[in-house]
């Protein structure tokens, strides 16, 4: 849900204001015979073709250049966008100007010694600037409001979050407790049984403790997968076809807690897992400065499970506010498979 809900009005407004400060200089400046000019004819084309170049530019800074360079802190590349603007502004009055109702009129808007490249395009400079800042800091604003809004929204999800496992961590020391105990008393007659014990204590204590914080360790989080599958390999023992795979270099990358767990979980939820005709896929795979994981599986369902789901949303969500737009996800259903992968910056 947009944080602001119909931003028209505030251009609208913004619009208003900018052309009633212009009529209201012009009065002010121009007496009443120039005022009254801005409604006649030829001079109504020329305030037109003034506010269409001025207002254009608006728009393409506002809709285009500002959301592709400040958002991704590209500020030389605004830089240049800006200046690029600047030369539009007066190209785009030039030709509405000097040429369309030049062609109606006769009449030249500038006269033939300030009809000339250089000093045209300098003398536009000031109002194309006027447009670039109006509309950068109106985007600006928007993106203040709309970035609380989201901060706002997942810290309430968060506290949901904490809640939920408040609720259900009934005395959790006491359950580690007991753990280590059986852990203890089969280490030496049963050691296979008290490995996998204490790797369910392990596997616990991540999603108790860990996984409360926003960011964990990547090392801590592929553990925790490779535990997941570990123990549903246990379970389905000889009838279990997943395959697991993981490439490049594990050292001090964090990345958002219950990220991993929510594509490895569909894929044991909702997919088949126990037919060696489709094996199930699991890839992880760290590069430079990203990491990937990637899941197909043959669906134990007819119901779209990620798009429509509850922990889909959820996780959209957070990365929205954590990645703002620098993340890559996807997923499609075709025939009776389902993929999905998720690529985030490290």
Not at 100 to 115: C, E, K, L, P, W
């Amino acid at each position: 849900m947009e944080p602001i809900k119909q931003k028209w009005r505030y251009h609208a407004l913004l619009i208003f204001i900018i052309i009633a400060l212009d009529l209201y200089g012009d009065y002010v400046y121009l007496n009443k015979p120039g005022f009254v000019s801005n409604f006649l004819y030829p001079g109504f084309l020329y305030v037109c073709s003034m506010y269409f170049s001025f207002f254009s530019i608006y728009y393409i800074n506002f809709r285009w250049l500002s959301p592709f360079t400040l958002v991704k802190k590209r500020y030389f590349g605004y830089v240049i966008g800006a200046i690029g603007l600047a030369f539009l502004f007066a190209g785009i009055r030039y030709l509405l100007e000097e040429v369309v109702i030049f062609s109606m009129t006769g009449n030249h808007n500038y006269a033939d010694q300030t009809r000339v490249f250089g000093y045209y395009v300098f003398d536009n400079t000031y109002y194309s600037i006027k447009a670039i800042l109006f509309s950068t800091t109106l985007f600006l604003l928007f993106r203040f409001i709309e970035n609380k809004a989201k901060l706002f929204e997942l810290q309430l999800e968060t506290k949901k979050t904490e809640l939920r496992f408040l609720k259900s961590q009934l005395e959790p020391h006491f359950l580690f407790n007991t753990l280590n105990s059986f852990y203890s008393e089969l280490i030496e007659s049963q050691p296979e049984t008290a490995k996998d014990i204490h790797k369910l204590s392990e596997l616990l204590r991540f999603v108790t403790y860990d996984s409360q914080e926003d960011f964990v360790s990547l090392e801590k989080d592929l553990k925790f997968i490779e535990s997941y599958i570990y123990f549903h390999k246990k379970r389905f023992e000889t009838n279990f076809f997943i395959d697991y795979t993981f490439t490049g270099t594990v050292a001090n990358q964090k990345i958002p807690a219950m990220v991993l767990i929510h594509f490895v979980e569909n894929v044991f939820k909702h997919g088949i897992i126990h037919d060696a005709s489709a094996v199930a896929k699991i890839n992880i795979r760290i590069d430079q400065d990203s990491m990937t994981i990637y899941t197909k599986n043959k669906i134990n369902t007819s119901e779209n499970y990620t798009q429509n789901g509850i922990g889909y949303t959820s996780l959209k969500r957070r990365l929205d506010v954590l990645f703002e737009g620098e993340y890559i996800l996807k997923n499609k259903q075709e025939d009776s498979y389902f993929e999905a992968s998720l690529q985030i910056p490290l």
